[in-house]
């Protein structure tokens, strides 16, 4: 029972910088880590970036150093940073959060949000 909604996409010049909002509603304390992933046209879905509860944070390596991603508690809310666009960085990103209960170390629930458009073009 969690809900995500994504903000911040655009059109946006290569070099240019972009700011995404993740807002999280609902067993927000069931929350375990949450993520930012994205799907270029024809592509697979692939992960961006994560933090977990405890400020574990992973990244793509070919994106590392260009997006950084970050969390206000207070918010409820997750943003990805993103710096330095490039054209391939095009796809709709997508908002993730692993909750609910814990079984084998993993939690057992996934939400995701509906997506927010990134057009990287001149």
């Known amino acids: 029972q969690v809900q995500l909604v994504e903000s911040g996409g655009g059109l946006v010049q290569p070099g240019g910088s972009l700011r995404l909002s993740c807002a999280a509603s609902g067993s927000i304390f069931s929350i375990g880590a949450m993520g930012w992933y994205r799907q270029a046209p024809g592509k697979q879905r692939e992960l961006v970036a994560s933090?977990?509860?405890?400020?574990?944070?992973n990244y793509t390596d070919s994106l590392k150093g260009r997006f950084t991603i970050s969390r206000d508690n207070a918010k409820n809310t997750v943003y990805l940073q993103m710096n330095s666009l490039k054209p391939e960085d095009t796809a709709v990103y997508y908002c993730?959060?692993?909750?609910?209960?814990?079984?084998?170390?993993?939690?057992?629930?996934?939400?995701w949000g509906r997506g927010t458009l990134v057009t990287v073009s001149s």
């Open positions: 933090i977990t509860s405890g400020d574990s944070i």
């Open positions: 993730n959060a692993a909750h609910g209960p814990v079984v084998a170390g993993r939690h057992t629930r996934d939400a």
